[in-house]
């Protein structure tokens, strides 16, 4: 199958020519991108997370590009924000995608089923939550653990900034 | 009377040429920096910089790691600048003929060469850290591929004296002296001395461990190669044996290639006596160190970056090597030819 | 201090200052008017400066910009690897109140909690002059330091 028919049953947005994104449900996603793959689609430019606080999903983005086709496919899925499990793309991808996934479960608490290894990237010694949530109150996090009630540099914090 | 003069000389010379070695090795690193800065377009440090980084090495404190072998670790460099001296008085200093001199100078020469090298090795073995174990394997493999040019030239050129005059001692820098190699070969000869010459140049660079040969100490990759563990004292002690092996083998160059006094030139015109024509021969012979430590340490630093560590090795046995065998060949064919 | 610890003291930095190593730690935003100073548009070699590669061989180092949690405790094992005496700067204004990134989760936000430092540099980032300015305020340190010593 050519990679048009494999989403034209999804409903593609071409915004414009070499641009195009689908919406795919989150039980199909996954063999979705590996029929795009075998398609032509051999280069995971990224994979990143929005947050959407109102609707309480997570929109897991997948952007792929393809040097023989030239085209960015943008497959975008929704997951639940209270339970955000989804199946990991590293068997199609290999290390890239393991890259990607985990700094997106460090920074968003995304678990990706089948990653090889989750450990942290860049917070080390970290106890609070994922920090790129839209409900994570940085600034009272903040204030809590790097400026002190007792020190006088600090008082001008806790009295008139970071209110 | 005669007897406390010449135990006076014995007990002080050895003084007065290291001293030299040290003060104008380190005059010449100045002049390299103040070159290098001129020629990359920035204003250079003050040419007594490098007397104020001794000054400086001399106050910081001595770290001395835990799992080092503290003997070792601290006598290398003591080792690497005791040899560097004594080399020095093997050789001639301008007009003075050697303090020591003996039948095969040349080859104690060859050997003493190699000493700090293997001393600062043997230091960076000592020091137990990742880094210099890399740096001192890299130094190694230098030293490997380095020896093999250096006998062949040393060997073509005391060959070349052993056949020309059989009753003089070949191996010996006081033939060199008095029979410059230029005034004895015909036309092939005087192009494999040329090829020769030129190989002892590229020698003295890397056994300086200077760009672009300098994959020992390399900066960037092994952040600091051998002499990573050094500190304080060790390594002020260093920085001297680095400044004193460029007047080594400046002056091996000179003695065995450029002999030549400016005296006799000038005494054609103006009667002199031996005290001046002895100082303009010494003024002499430090422009001629000058000269070519510019071309083996200030020219080959600006224009080339640094050899990766097989391509060291396939320049010296590869392109050297062969230079080395194609100048010997022509030296032979010179002497039994004779054009 | 003791009379004669002061005075080996400035006897050790004005020698430290004519000939200051520093080391390549140079990893956040601030550094990037420092590249300047070190190439040859602002020389600094022409005051002896030179970067070396080893905290072993270094007298000086420079803290340009935010230091994250990560970060910052490789900055205390790399000062506690130069030998003494040693110099700190601080380059920028994150090092001195937290900068730009005041409110962030992963930055420090003082660094003096963490090393001693003798020299703040403000700016964001700081211009090569103003580098050039702080080295020149030590050398006046140093000098009145030695002027002290000697006139007693």
Redesign the interface.
């Known amino acids: 199958m050519s990679w048009e028919e494999i989403i034209s049953e999804y409903k593609p947005v071409k915004q414009r020519p070499r641009r195009i994104w689908v919406n795919v449900p989150k039980e199909e996603v996954y063999d979705v991108i590996r029929k795009l793959r075998e398609a032509g689609f051999e280069h995971l430019s990224a994979i990143s997370v929005t947050d959407w606080l109102n609707e309480g999903v997570f929109e897991v983005t997948y952007h792929l590009w393809s040097y023989s086709i030239k085209t960015l496919l943008t497959v975008k899925t929704k997951i639940p924000r209270d339970d955000p499990v989804i199946k990991s793309v590293v068997p199609i991808y290999g290390m890239s995608a393991w890259i990607h996934e985990r700094e997106l479960h460090e920074m968003f608490g995304v678990v990706f089923e089948g990653n090889p290894d989750l450990s942290p990237l ?4 970290w106890d ?1 939550p994922p ?1 790129f949530r839209k409900d994570f109150n ?2 009272d ?2 204030r809590e ?3 002190s009630k007792e020190r006088e ?1 600090d008082k001008a914090y806790w009295e008139v900034w ?1 209110k | 009377m005669m007897y406390v003069l010449l135990a006076l000389y014995i007990i002080a010379a050895p003084f007065i040429v290291g001293a030299l070695g040290i003060l104008y090795g380190m005059v010449l690193k100045g002049i390299d920096r103040k070159l290098t800065a001129r020629m990359q377009g920035r204003v250079g440090p003050p040419l007594r910089q490098p007397f104020y980084d001794v000054l400086k090495l001399l106050e910081k404190e001595c770290i001395i790691p835990e799992n080092a072998v503290k003997w070792l670790f601290n006598a290398a460099p003591l080792i690497a600048l005791a040899a560097s001296i004594t080399t020095l008085l093997y050789l001639p200093i301008g007009p003075f003929p050697p303090l020591f001199s003996g039948n095969g100078d040349l080859i104690v020469i060859l050997y003493l060469l190699e000493v700090p090298c293997l001393a600062i090795l043997a230091g960076g073995f000592a020091a137990g850290s990742p880094y210099s174990t890399v740096g001192s394997q890299r130094e190694m493999v230098l030293m490997i591929s380095c020896e093999f040019p250096l006998a062949a030239a040393i060997i073509a050129l005391a060959w070349k004296y052993s056949s020309i005059y059989p009753g003089l001692k070949a191996f010996s820098l006081t033939t060199f002296v008095n029979n410059p190699i230029w005034n004895n070969v015909g036309v092939l000869g005087f192009i494999g001395v040329g090829i020769l010459l030129i190989v002892m140049l590229a020698l003295s660079t890397s056994g300086l461990g200077r760009l672009p040969f300098d994959i020992a100490e390399a900066g960037t990759e092994i952040s600091g190669g051998m002499l990573v563990e050094y500190t304080g004292r060790n390594l002020g002690i260093l920085y001297i044996n680095d400044a004193v092996r460029v007047v080594v083998f400046a002056t091996l160059i000179n003695a065995m290639f450029f002999p030549y006094k400016l005296s006799p030139l000038i005494a054609n015109y103006v009667a002199l006596p031996l005290a001046a024509s002895l100082t303009i021969d010494f003024l002499f012979y430090l422009f001629k160190v000058f000269l070519i430590a510019f071309v083996t340490v200030t020219l080959m630093r600006v224009a080339f970056p640094r050899y990766r560590v097989d391509d060291v090795v396939k320049f010296y046995w590869g392109i050297a090597g062969l230079a080395t065998l194609a100048a010997l060949i022509l030296i032979v064919m010179d002497t039994f030819f004779g054009w | 201090m003791v009379e004669t610890e002061k005075k080996v003291m400035a006897r050790k930095l004005g020698r430290l200052v004519r000939a200051v190593w520093i080391f390549n730690w140079f990893n956040s935003c601030g550094c990037t008017e420092l590249l300047p100073v070190v190439s040859s548009r602002y020389d600094m070699e022409r005051f002896g400066l030179i970067i070396v590669d080893n905290p072993k061989h270094a007298d000086c180092l420079i803290i340009t910009g935010y230091q994250t949690i990560k970060s910052i405790k490789r900055v205390v094992r790399i000062y506690n690897q130069m030998p003494d005496p040693k110099v700190v700067m601080a380059l920028g204004s994150c090092p001195i109140t937290g900068g730009m990134y005041w409110d962030s989760y992963n930055t420090i936000k003082r660094l003096s909690d963490y090393i001693p430092v003798h020299m703040y540099v403000p700016g964001c980032p700081p211009r090569p002059e103003a580098v050039f300015q702080a080295v020149g305020l030590l050398v006046e340190h140093v000098r009145k330091l030695k002027e002290e010593v000697s006139r007693k």
């Open positions: 860049f917070l080390e010694d609070g920090p940085w600034r996090y903040v653990k790097f400026y540099r970071l």
